[in-house]
């Protein structure tokens, strides 16, 4: 289906992987599994120890079968992961849906503990990298949770947690939806083996949208001498042809507009791996080490649809790393934790126009000329070390303090591998005062970073559990902020974006009930944007204030009730005229920042065979730009959801989303003096099987 697609022979490679790793005549392997008790050192019970996060567990996971990550994500308050087309999204975590060529570095994204991308080198679509779908669990934590989870970790953090090996009969799920959507999914495991793989084919509900993607996730446990080792390799392919906003006010709503693709020469080609290896052992004094080396790559083609002259980017990264953990109990109780990390990447970016820009204004066809625009390369080094610290106050153990610390350092060596300046690729000037495009000549930059957690906690969850937080989170410049320059600008000097939090919250569980409720302000300081001239500068300040909730009631044996939700205002804290004409005025709402967000649903077993799960979604009218002059007016949704376990080896299920067929927008803005969307999918229907033989 796809012109660039290798999506069906890298399924194929896929699927007889699996084959080799099933257990031969069918049989599962009887042998007793390994016990390999290898945790993430950022584990989220850390986090929530004083501080707000969910975990979405592996039965919700394969409950949802989320085709995109905002289905998943519906599930955790005060996050959403708005979807573009095929497998693009945006990513916020109390936080407006950020945009922009570093806005990314917000948050970090975490598989198995260990950041997916390089400090410095993130993408706003990098979720589709990761394998959330078959995951044994998602971990999300909510506010600046740098000192945790490193760099990036600004708004917040998410860990996709992998599962482990162990005896697993293999297990083939197929799924079959509209505009020929097909999906297959193959699990598998041994003793020492475990493996997870998925293939997705569909033509888009757009005009001239397919999109192909695969995963592969393999995992291997054994113990070396005093050594616990577990290695994972992950990897991902996608192949899509993309599908921009539709422009008008209310488009969304009208049924002519809201499959049109008018931009059908549009693709995104994109790849990765990842592997890691994790040794662990126990020391002496009831301290346990771990060592985890690791390597990633990544490689991105795409067209900018987006932009006038339609430039193809392409860029990617090698990188590798070691990180280290060691946990220590001490003396009267405390539990104490330490850790460092190296790294190294070496990064590239490449813009190519092919054609002159025969449309707009004489100023905007001279200033964006055909051939080369950017052509750079990027090393960089990144050192970090933390601690963290676990206090009880009292013997009964009832009050804690809790405190980490990290710090940071990050250098970049830039290489411009193109000519420096605003001009043309054969050094000719542009008219109207230089080219748009400007390549800075060669430079270092490096940037270190300090941030800090210290709670306090009282109670047990039975009892009632209090907890506050002060915490604080960074990030530095990414790459394409720093050397990816427009206009007259031939050097930006950025600062590290800062986020500090103050955080109250309560749990408690009951037999029946469990409810967890957080109010939270945060400050952002250095924030990073585009100014008037299409600078970029780094002197911007923005203010987060919110309540969360989230909580699971049980008021029968067969029916469970489950709500997320969150009320949150994001204002801006300073005035300035932006780039695209906007004007940013103190008190502002940030624009595509829903003040409301819920998730309601209703899980109902009427017999041990059949499970039926209703979800309701409100998502709140937000504004669409900064001089908030104009609001989407949000919308409700409902998806239904039933599995009904035919016999021991086959399950059969269905998926309705968007049960009452709404018409809706995913995301809207006002940009460049138009109302954009991307439109919402109408009600579709998607049915399946999993067998296990």
Known sequence: MLDRGASHPWLAVVLLGSAALAPAHGRSDDTPPLVVTIEAPRDIAQWTAAGSGSRIDAADIARTRPAHASELFARVPDVWVSRGDGQESLIAIRSPVLTGPGACGAFQILEDGIPIRPAGFCNVNELFEVDFAQAAAVEVARGPASSQYGANALHGAINIVSHRPGPQPWTVGLEAGPDDTATGRVSAGSRHWRLDAQGMDSNGFRDAAPVGEQKLGLAHATDLGRWQVTSRLAASNLNQETAGFIVGKNAYRKAGLRRDNVNPEAYRDASSARAASAWRTVLGNDAALSITPYARWSYMDFLQHFLLGQPTETNGQRSAGVLLDLRKPLPGGIDWQGGAVVEYARGFLQEFQARPLTTGTPAQQATRPAGVHYDFEVGSRMAGL???????????????????????????????????????????????????????????????????????????????????????????????????????????????????????????????????????????????????????????????????????WRPATRHELNLAASLARHRYAFDRVASGGETIERGNEIDTAPPFMANLRWLYQPRRDLTVELEGIRMGRYYLDAANSARYPGHTLANLRVDWTANPHATLFARLTNLTNRNYAERADLAFGNYRYFPGRPRELFVGIEWTP
Request: charged share 30%.
């Open 386 to 552: 933390w601690q963290a610290l676990d206090v009880p106050l009292d013997a009964a153990g009832r009050w804690h303090v809790l405190a980490s610390l990290r710090g940071e350092y990050l250098d970049y060596d830039y290489d411009n591998r193109a000519l420096d300046g605003n001009t043309r690729d054969d050094g000719t000037p542009c008219g109207f005062g230089g080219c748009l495009y400007n390549r800075p000549a060669d430079r270092k930059d490096d940037f270190t970073n300090l941030a800090g957690r210290l709670g306090l906690r009282h109670g047990e969850l039975a009892d009632g559990q209090w907890h506050a937080a002060l915490s604080s989170g960074f990030r530095p410049p990414q790459v394409t902020e720093l050397y990816r320059l427009q206009r007259g600008q031939t050097t930006a000097d950025l600062d590290s974006e800062r986020l500090d939090g103050v955080e109250l919250g309560y749990r408690r569980a009951w037999s029946d009930l469990r409810v967890d409720l957080t109010a939270f302000g945060m400050e952002k300081r250095h924030f990073i944007f585009a100014d008037a001239q299409g600078f970029n500068v780094s002197d911007g300040k923005t203010r987060h204030y919110g309540l969360e909730a989230e909580a699971t």
